[in-house]
């Protein structure tokens, strides 16, 4: 996938975040591709990053159901050939509609038929909509493919669904709605080796985006390629209570995996939720409830894969 065009090619557009790239996203991924194999034209999707409101409300605290790099490999799932990542600045924002039209749309995409929601506001302070859109399509000769009211309530439902369900640790409903199980990526660092001491050796996953949305805290099961070779386990994200851990951690304990992945970065499916994180009286009443976390995780694999 390219994070741009490299050529002049005539595209059919569509502008959006993108977050979650779920159900929702899916099926004007789909529209977009059917458009583009009827009328010759490359199937593009515009973003931008960071998120705006990071950028217009300083809005730090916003957490995102996916990194750019876990959205770009999804994207390339569904078929898509272009991720076009506009950085979003203060600068940026201030664009003219017409001068977004014709410095991104025309002059960088070429675009030719751009499929947008209803309620879509681009340029200066989101100052003009579809039907402004349309005009410039007139003038500047590409056609505007209007999303209905319906899926647009779908899109925007869905990425705060699927945000909710996975801060309340739901991790079932939250892969319904993505069509997909949600993903963790990360590098695998070294920890303390507590893990190791009661046999659950653990790969800890560094996750550098700072924006990236961390289900609630508690124990799932989980499915990795590792090596081309599928992997199971279970994760525990949270603080180690029960050997006094004071700063979250993400720990996966991979089933028949004894391979070093030090410093390899993995991308980590989230099957399952088994329970919340909980403080154990001993070390040993921690080993015993992992006994139990395993046999429960390979009983759902089991029935599952």
Not at 32 to 53: D, S
């Amino acid at each position: 996938m390219k994070r741009g065009l490299e050529k002049k090619i005539n595209t059919v557009v569509t502008i959006g975040t993108f977050d979650g790239v779920h159900i929702g996203h899916q099926k004007i991924i789909q529209r977009l591709i059917e458009v583009g194999n009827t009328k010759n034209l490359a199937p593009t999707i515009l973003t931008f990053f960071p998120h705006p409101r990071m950028v217009i409300q300083k809005d730090s605290n916003i957490k995102l159901i996916n990194t750019l790099n876990e959205k770009e490999q999804i994207l390339k799932q569904f078929g898509l050939e272009n991720l076009v990542v506009k950085e979003f600045t203060k600068e940026f924002s201030r664009l003219t509609a017409e001068e977004f039209v014709k410095t991104i749309l025309i002059k960088q995409l070429n675009a030719k038929h751009i499929i947008i929601g209803y309620d879509h506001h681009f340029g200066r302070n989101r100052s003009a909509n579809i039907e402004d859109l349309k005009a410039f399509g007139k003038q500047y000769h590409f056609e505007v493919e209007e999303i209905t009211a319906q899926d647009i309530n779908d899109v925007a439902v869905s990425s705060t669904k699927i945000r909710n369900a996975l801060l309340e640790g739901d991790i079932k409903m939250a892969n319904s709605y993505l069509g997909y199980p949600f993903i963790i990526s990360g590098t695998v660092v070294k920890g303390k080796g507590l893990g190791r001491t009661i046999d659950f050796p653990t790969a800890n996953i560094d996750i550098s985006e700072h924006y990236k949305l961390i289900p609630k805290r508690g124990v799932y099961v989980v499915k990795s390629i590792i090596d081309k070779k599928t992997v199971y386990g279970m994760m525990n994200i949270g603080i180690n209570p029960t050997v006094k851990g004071i700063s979250q951690t993400i720990e996966v304990n991979f089933f028949n995996f004894d391979d070093s992945i030090y410093n390899q970065k993995i991308t980590i499916e989230l099957l399952e939720r088994l329970r919340n994180e909980e403080k154990f009286k001993s070390v040993n009443a921690l080993k015993e409830q992992l006994l139990k976390d395993k046999k429960t995780a390979l009983h759902f694999i089991n029935s599952h894969a």
